[in-house]
Nanobody, 115 residues
């Protein structure tokens, strides 16, 4: 079972930047997808960005060009660099891994963007 721990959230002004980190432990299978999701109050959780074991990335349209997902397999880390943050980016951000038939989630980290 993979365990995930997020960090790096906080309060930032609109236009600012944050870098989220996700440390994972356990064994990743050769085929896996890691990702960042977010959930704002009163809204459903949505995919923000994903990265596969072959480095293929995918982004929700609202963050494309502003956010960058990356991974460091040697350090067992996944990152989300968030630039040009907007108030609508405010949410709890969750790290996720999908492999075979299993899915694991972290507990989340709060990102708040002020006007």
């Amino acid at each position: 079972q993979v365990q995930l721990v997020e960090s790096g959230g906080g309060l930032v002004q609109a236009g600012g930047s944050l870098r989220l980190s996700c440390a994972y432990s356990g064994v990743l299978l050769s085929i896996n997808t890691m990702g960042w999701y977010r959930q704002a109050p009163g809204k459903q959780r949505e995919m923000v960005a994903t990265i596969t074991n072959s480095w293929r990335t995918n982004y929700v349209d609202s963050v494309r060009g502003r956010f960058t997902i990356s991974r460091d397999n040697a350090q067992k880390m996944v990152y989300l660099q968030m630039n040009s943050l907007k108030p609508e980016d405010t949410a709890v951000y969750y790290c996720n891994v999908e492999q075979s038939s299993s899915t694991a989630w972290g507990r989340g980290t709060q990102v708040t963007v002020q006007e």
